[in-house]
């Protein structure tokens, strides 16, 4: 079946194709590389609206405009999974964003927001009690 695209369909190919900063002989490489059988005179012909192609060819035509568009597309925003792992805070982590001052003094490398396993250790050794509660268990 024949194609030659009208009205809005029109409207958004050439849109496209414009968008895309091809010209005619570049547009026709990259169509031909996808296997597109079409002639460049055709092709333009095609573009002026002179000649009906197939849907095969308006698809590939339409496929080489499109790759070059993503081509252009500018830079996305990564998500945390496309991040090299060193690069990923640990789960649960806070990290530096927000109040400052919570670290102020804190000289351990993970921050202070919690207890270092050196502060757990300091407040066993102040508490006579040997644990949670106080006091030993005989006193309870």
């Known amino acids: 079946m024949r194609f030659f695209p009208d009205g809005e369909h029109r ?11 091809l010209e005619v002989e ?7 590389a ?3 059988e079409a002639g460049k005179v055709e092709i333009e ?3 002026n609206g002179l000649l009906p192609l197939p849907s095969l060819q308006h ?15 500018p830079p996305r925003a990564p998500y945390a999974t496309e991040l090299p792992p060193e690069l990923v805070a640990p789960t649960g982590s806070t990290g530096t964003h927000g ?7 804190c000289n351990e490398p993970d921050g202070c927001d919690e207890p ?5 250790a300091d407040e066993r050794d102040d508490d ?9 268990a005989s006193d309870r």
Do not use: V
Request: aromatic share 8%; no cysteine.
């Open 11 to 21: 409207h958004r190919f050439l849109a496209a194709l414009r968008a895309a900063g």
């Open 26 to 32: 570049e547009l026709w490489l990259r169509y031909f």
């Open 128 to 136: 006579p009690g040997g644990g949670e509660g106080g006091g030993t």
């Open 45 to 47: 012909a095609y573009l």
């Open 116 to 120: 270092s396993d050196s502060d757990a």
């Open 59 to 73: 698809d590939l035509l339409a496929h080489a405009i499109n790759e070059r568009l993503d081509e252009l597309a």
């Open 99 to 105: 109040n400052q001052d919570a670290s102020a003094g």
């Open 34 to 36: 996808l296997g597109g």
